[in-house]
Nanobody, 115 residues
Framework: QVQLVESGGGLVQAGESLRLSCVAS????????IGWYRQAPGKQRELVAT???????NYADSAKDRFTISRDNAKKMAYLHLNSLKPEDTAVYYC?????????WGQGTQVTVSS
């Protein structure tokens, strides 16, 4: 089994930046795809960014050019750098990990962007 613990969320003003972190327990981290989702109040959870085992990244339109996903296999960690934040980025951000066909989720970390 895998457990994911996220941190780095907080309250910031528009235009500022945050770095979200996710640390994973268990084995096979280096064999997994990693990603970040977010869920705003009253809306469905949506994909923000993913990174494969080979380092290939994919971003939602709302995230490209502003957010950067990365991973450190030795530390079993994933990161999401949030730059030029906007009020519409306000959401709970969830770390996502996939091993084969099995997915795991973190508890989420709140990001609030004020105008």
């Amino acid at each position: 089994q895998v457990q994911l613990v996220e941190s780095g969320g907080g309250l910031v003003q528009a235009g500022e930046s945050l770095r979200l972190s996710c640390v994973a327990s268990g084995s096979a981290f280096s064999l997994s795809a990693i990603g970040w989702y977010r869920q705003a109040p009253g809306k469905q959870r949506e994909l923000v960014a993913t990174i494969t085992t080979s380092g290939r990244t994919n971003y939602a339109d709302s995230a490209k050019d502003r957010f950067t996903i990365s991973r450190d296999n030795a530390k079993k960690m994933a990161y999401l750098h949030l730059n030029s934040l906007k009020p519409e980025d306000t959401a709970v951000y969830y770390c996502w990990l996939k091993i084969g066909s099995t997915t795991y989720w973190g508890q989420g970390t709140q990001v609030t962007v004020s105008s």
